[in-house]
């Protein structure tokens, strides 16, 4: 909930010296059991298969930190079962030097393309090169790499957190068209992430010039319900006429219809809620009226995966950037769209 | 002989974290002239006052059980774990009752959650006072493995469940007051009760103090250890209820994390030595309210998301800062030769 820069650090100190050893080995340990694995899983993948044009593909996902995440991994599976590739999946369970051990055992089992999701931006130069030195093309899925070198992947496909916010800003300037002021507050994703800072700067560019919109407050609510929450009730208290809230994701903005409610105002109506994700809980509160427009954030992009893979394989040129095909969500079209959700 | 009481009130430690928390209450009021009002919204008290009462349950209890387990030595790092457990514990079993709204189901999974929690905190006790791991490595266990615990429990989801029985441990009102403070407030009282009005908070000290000499006098070392980090399990629980009440949602991922360190921070703050010990429990309120008083007014006052951790680092050093043994003695250096000045100065000269 609050978090004091202060105590981690010396709640990180203490505890470090002694258990870094530890740590270490234990990770050496995990990472040679998931290298085993996968290589048990080869040996037997290419005793059964074997056919002459089928394609192989390697996957190393970031882990399972979230529904988004759960449902991007589901989608990612079932998209190439369905196209018939088969797909070496490896979760990295957020670390890094798993992901790098997987993506290195996929170079060795001779994989047609790679694909990943990095856990963070650096450190990919030397085990991408060793891909391109082997002749197997990368692509991104969700988030990117930051190296100088952009032949090191073939293509990078996520989604546009810029245009994410664009497109709330866009709402915004529809639904107060016929307003003259209009006080906003902003709970912002974790800081320094990428999606709160694009979402953050979108969503300003969208309202630049129109003088009526003013961002009364801001601040991080870290991506969840309980910081959406307890910033939600302060800026209630300290700003007495609040027009719309835009918050960097449905759980901060559900935990916001809870101070809303709690200060006896109707979230939707006496102020307005834009959000983006659209995820199961959030698409349900903007069926209920709750929620005036939910950007989409999707985690659904195996079927495109799937084209690019294909392309990339056959040696076609693709897109160096391709956004993940997403859409935007008004009350009446969450209520059509809940039933068939996936996530 | 008010006076002499003033001057006690002065010299007492807890004197800077009291004036950290009149400062942050002033700093808002300046800001927002309405920020200590308080008015009655749909049959409760409203107001930014409530809502650090109400936010800052959870910290209060987790630093009452961190209290004592600090002045046996100890420290707990599991207890942001075990929120996360309770809390998904609790809603799973809300969740899959055929009547979420029955006040029995509720209890039921309430009390389920916290039986849980003693088995997980005697999992800290018997590391610590049977096998004599160390403290911080013991706890550390349960803080890494146990979110994997609330993972597994959760399915990797956040759970949604809604519950007006459950929605009033963490979010309701009793007697216009949050439920949540209140049970906080009796948690505190029994605790504050049970050992300073018997024997038990010696003991728990003497065990602080010295394990080996407390042993050789006929204290049961093991049992007091044992004990108090089964109460800070159970404490972390009531707060994982309060936490997933207050959402109406269990977070594996987010909920309680960090707020061991909140909560020893809120100790430290409080007085009580981490090398064991003393301790107050009046500290522990106090700096516990600082804490949620602290990061209500960093939303209040609109402090830039990106600067935000280093006011509250800010603070933070300060109130530790004043409250140093090096800094109190210069402190009364400083007073006492202000006062003996005029006294002194003449004689040296005469010496001189």
Request: aromatic share 6%; hydrophobic share 50%.
């Amino acid at each position: 909930m609050n978090r004091f820069a202060l105590t981690r650090g010396l709640g990180a100190a203490a505890p470090t010296g002694s258990r870094r050893g530890r740590v270490r080995s234990v990770i050496g340990l995990a990472a040679a059991g998931a290298v085993l694995f996968t290589m048990s899983g080869c040996a037997s993948s290419g005793g059964s298969g074997g056919g002459a044009d089928s394609l192989t593909v390697g996957f190393a996902q970031v882990g399972a930190e979230s529904a988004w995440r759960t449902a991007n991994t589901k989608d990612i599976q079932e998209s190439f079962k369905t196209a018939d590739i088969p797909l070496k999946f490896s979760d990295a369970q957020g670390k890094q030097e798993n992901q790098i051990k997987a993506i290195r055992s996929y170079i060795q089992q001779k994989v047609d393309v790679i694909a990943f999701s990095p856990v963070v931006e650096s450190g990919w130069d030397t085990v991408l090169n060793e891909a391109k030195d082997a002749d197997i093309p990368v692509v991104l899925t969700d988030r990117s790499v930051d190296s100088s070198d952009d032949s090191l992947y073939k293509s990078f496909l996520g989604s546009d957190f810029v245009a994410e916010g664009e497109k709330a800003g866009e709402w915004a300037k529809t639904e107060f068209a016929d307003a003259t002021a209009v006080n906003v507050v902003e709970l912002q994703g974790t800081t320094g992430a990428a999606p709160a800072n694009d979402r953050a700067k979108g969503f300003r560019t969208a309202i630049e010039g129109d003088s009526k919109f003013k961002i009364i407050a801001s601040q991080t609510g870290d991506f969840t319900r309980a910081g959406g929450k307890q910033v939600m009730e302060a800026f209630l208290k300290s700003n007495p006429k609040i027009d719309l809230l835009y918050a960097h994701n449905d759980d901060m903005g559900l935990g916001a219809i809870e101070a809303i409610e709690a200060a006896g105002l109707k979230p939707g109506v006496d102020i307005k809620i834009v959000t983006v994700d659209a995820v199961h809980d959030g698409m349900q509160a903007l069926a209920d009226g709750k929620i005036n427009f939910i950007v989409e954030c999707s985690p659904l992009l195996g079927g495109q995966l799937v084209d690019i893979v294909k392309k990339v394989a056959a040696g076609e040129t693709v897109d160096k950037r391709i956004v993940t095909e997403e859409t935007t969500f008004t009350q009446d079209q969450a209520k059509a769209a809940l039933p068939d959700r996936k996530y | 002989m008010i006076a002499a009481r003033l001057r006690d009130v002065f010299r007492s430690r807890l004197i800077w974290p009291v004036i950290a928390l009149v400062a942050l209450l002033v700093t808002n009021v300046i800001k927002s002239p309405g920020f200590l009002s308080i008015r009655v919204q749909d049959g409760h008290l409203f107001g930014s006052l409530i809502d650090i009462l109400r936010n800052g349950a959870p910290i209060v209890l987790v630093a009452l059980g961190m209290t004592l387990v600090i002045a046996t030595r100890g420290i707990d790092l599991s207890v942001g774990a075990v929120v996360a457990i309770s809390g998904a514990f609790a809603l799973s079993i809300v969740g899959d009752a055929p009547d979420p709204n029955d006040l029995g189901v509720v209890l039921g999974a309430a009390a389920a959650s916290i039986v849980f929690a003693i088995v997980l905190g005697s999992w800290n006790g018997l590391l610590v006072s049977v096998f004599g791991i160390q403290p911080i490595i013991a706890t550390l266990i349960l803080m890494t493995a146990g979110r994997g615990i609330a993972m597994l429990i959760t399915e990797g989801q956040i759970l949604t469940v809604s519950s007006a029985p459950y929605k009033v441990i963490g979010g309701g009102y009793w007697f216009a007051l949050p439920a949540s403070i209140i049970i906080a407030g009796v948690m505190f009282a029994l605790v504050a009760i049970l050992t300073r009005k018997t024997a038990l908070g010696m003991l728990i000290e003497s065990v602080g103090i010295n394990p080996e000499a407390s042993r050789l006098a006929g204290v049961s070392a093991r049992v007091i250890v044992w004990t108090v980090y089964t109460f800070s399990a159970v404490c972390a629980a009531i707060a994982g209820l309060m936490i997933s009440s207050n959402v109406t949602a269990a977070d594996a991922n987010s909920a309680g994390l960090w707020i061991e360190m909140d909560a020893i921070l809120a100790v430290v703050l409080g007085g009580t030595s981490l090398a064991g010990g003393r301790y107050s429990l009046t500290g522990t309120l106090i700096g516990a309210f600082v804490i949620q008083t602290l990061t209500t007014t960093v939303y209040s006052i609109g402090i830039a998301p990106e600067i935000t951790l280093v006011f509250k680092a800010l603070v933070v050093i300060a109130v530790c800062l004043l409250q140093s043994p090096v800094m109190n003695t210069r402190i009364t250096k400083m007073r006492m030769r202000r006062r003996r000045t005029p006294a002194v100065a003449p004689t040296r000269a005469t010496v001189s």
